[in-house]
């Protein structure tokens, strides 16, 4: 198998992740798309130019971070489920993983372009709206949190997959240390060496993408960012 990625995509993050967790035997190639060349050579395997994209040993292409979870599920049955085989479960971490997505990621998102807006134009009605959606996102997955040691029980699944660079990139615009089960099972992500893995290798690309901001931000684990809010 082949990953097309980028080391500080979150969406590539995932997928990593989970081929940590697997124990798969694959091939990284890391895709540049702001390079125009790099860019027209990735397209004849990803029309859309998005990351990442998974080609297996059949040549099938697989693109979408979610279906090569799902799809590395089915290909690797003995090895702990991503997606659970109890329907109802199942269910409940795609919800989960929809809900880091759709809310918690796209509000990281929308915080994060408010920074390098000027002072003057930041905090409108769509920042705001974003906002409150993140948080009430946030307060979700911390009172979950508080009887489980992931978010879809006691194994992890697709919904960490998810959570685990969402969280750590928000933690960039937004202090969550305020919830307590939230701040712990980021910790407790943190230290699976599949995660660690992944972030060591993003870490060097987001550092000089940061850098090169016109408003630029750091990228620092969670204990210094809360020693940092706090000062």
Same mark, same amino acid.
């Not at 027209?40 to 279906?67: C, H, R, S, W």
């Not at 992890?156 to 305020?178: G, K, Q």
């Not at 712990?184 to 660690?196: M, Q, T």
């Given at each position: 198998?082949?990953?097309?990625?980028?080391?500080?995509?979150?969406?590539?993050?995932?997928?990593?992740?989970?081929?940590?967790?697997?124990?798969?035997?694959?091939?990284?190639? @890391?895709?540049?798309?702001?390079?125009?060349?790099?860019?027209? =050579?990735?397209?004849? $395997?990803?029309?859309? !130019?998005?990351? &990442? +994209?998974?080609?297996?040993?059949?040549?099938?292409?697989?693109?979408?971070?979610?279906?090569?979870?799902?799809?590395?599920?089915?290909?690797?049955?003995?090895?702990?489920?991503?997606?659970?085989?109890?329907?109802?479960?199942?269910?409940?971490?795609?919800?989960?993983?929809?809900?880091?997505?759709?809310?918690?990621?796209?509000?990281?998102?929308?915080?994060?372009?408010?920074?390098?807006?000027?002072?003057?134009?930041?905090?409108?009605?769509?920042?705001?709206?974003?906002?409150?959606?993140?948080?009430?996102?946030?307060?979700?997955?911390? @009172?979950?949190?508080?009887?489980?040691?992931?978010?879809?029980? =006691?194994?992890?699944? $697709?919904?960490?997959? !998810?959570?685990? &660079? +969402?969280?750590?990139?928000?933690?960039?615009?937004?202090?969550?240390?305020?919830?307590?089960?939230?701040?712990?099972?980021?910790?407790?992500?943190?230290?699976?060496?599949?995660?660690?893995?992944?972030?060591?290798?993003?870490?060097?690309?987001?550092?000089?993408?940061?850098?090169?901001?016109?408003?630029?931000?750091?990228?620092?684990?969670?204990?210094?960012?809360?020693?940092?809010?706090?000062?």
């Amino acid at each position: 198998m082949k990953l097309y990625y980028a080391p500080a995509s979150s969406y590539s993050q995932r997928v990593l992740m989970a081929l940590y967790e697997k124990k798969a035997n694959f091939t990284l190639i @890391e895709v540049n798309l702001f390079d125009s060349k790099a860019r027209e =050579e990735y397209m004849q $395997i990803n029309l859309f !130019a998005k990351i &990442p +994209t998974l080609v297996t040993d059949k040549g099938n292409v697989i693109f979408e971070a979610n279906i090569i979870i799902e799809y590395l599920d089915q290909h690797f049955p003995n090895t702990s489920r991503l997606i659970p085989a109890d329907p109802e479960q199942a269910l409940e971490v795609r919800m989960l993983e929809r809900m880091i997505d759709v809310y918690i990621n796209s509000g990281r998102e929308a915080l994060f372009a408010d920074t390098q807006r000027p002072v003057e134009e930041r905090g409108k009605k769509e920042v705001i709206k974003a906002k409150r959606l993140l948080e009430i996102a946030l307060a979700m997955l911390d @009172e979950k949190l508080a009887s489980r040691t992931y978010l879809g029980g =006691e194994q992890l699944a $697709i919904a960490d997959c !998810a959570a685990a &660079p +969402t969280l750590a990139y928000l933690r960039m615009v937004y202090n969550y240390n305020h919830l307590p089960n939230l701040t712990n099972y980021v910790r407790r992500l943190e230290s699976r060496p599949s995660v660690a893995q992944v972030f060591n290798l993003g870490r060097d690309q987001m550092t000089k993408m940061l850098s090169e901001l016109p408003n630029p931000l750091q990228l620092v684990p969670l204990d210094e960012f809360v020693s940092f809010q706090q000062n």
